[in-house]
Each structure stands twice: as structure tokens, then as C-alpha cells.
Nanobody
Framework: QVQLVESGGGLVQAGGSLRLSCVAS????????MAWYRQAPGKQRELVAA???????NYADSVKGRFTISRDNTKNTVSLQMNSLKPEDTAVYYC??????????WGQGTQVTVSS
């Protein structure tokens, strides 16, 4: 059974930075896309950033230029560097990882709170 464990959330002032990390473990199959999603209170979960196994990235318009996603395929980790944080970035952030045929896996979420 695949497990995704996130770390790095917390409370930061507007304009500050945080780095989220996620470690995937549980089987020996390759993770194709890995991504970060977020869900703010009263809102739907949304894609923040995604990265393929070859390193191609995709970002939500709201975070372009501020957030950077990266991954280490040898360690099955994915990270999200978040700079110039805004109060509207406050949400629970979830790690997601896909495996062919097996399906999509989710972490338990980590809270990011940005104070104004």
C-alpha cells in the first residue's frame, strides 16, 4: 500500500516562504505525475502544481512565478518551494502521486497559513 507523507507546512507572514516536501513509499512501481493540490475552507480542492517523471511542470496561474515544484525520482519525493506567500495561499496542501494501472494516491495534508 502506497503512503504519501507530507511535511513543511506552518504559519508564515505574507511575503514569506515555506517549503513543502512529500515522500512516497509502499511499492516498487514508478510514479508518473506527482503534484500538489490545496483546499481552502469552503472551496474545492484545486491543482497548485504538477510535475511528470521527466520533469515537465504545470502551475496554476495564481502561483506562477512564486511557487516551484521539483522531484527526486531516486527518492520518490516531490517538493514545493513557495515564495512571496499571500494570505489567499492559506489552505491545506495535499501531495498526490499517480501510478499507471494502480491509480492515484493522496497524502493526509499539511496546513499552510499565511497571515497578513
Amino acid at each position: 500500500q502506497v503512503q504519501l507523507v507530507e511535511s513543511g507546512g506552518g504559519l508564515v507572514q505574507a511575503g514569506g516562504s515555506l517549503r513543502l516536501s512529500c515522500v512516497a513509499s509502499g511499492n516498487n512501481f514508478v510514479f508518473t505525475a506527482m503534484a500538489w493540490y490545496r483546499q481552502a475552507p469552503g472551496k474545492q480542492r484545486e491543482l497548485v502544481a504538477a510535475i511528470t517523471s521527466s520533469g515537465s511542470t504545470n502551475y496554476a496561474d495564481s502561483v506562477k512565478g512564486r511557487f516551484t515544484i521539483s522531484r527526486d525520482n531516486t527518492k520518490n519525493t516531490v517538493s514545493l518551494q513557495m515564495n512571496s506567500l499571500k494570505p489567499e495561499d492559506t489552505a491545506v496542501y495535499y501531495c498526490n502521486a499517480d501510478q499507471l494501472i494502480i491509480g492515484s494516491h493522496w497524502g493526509q495534508g499539511t496546513q499552510v497559513t499565511v497571515s497578513s
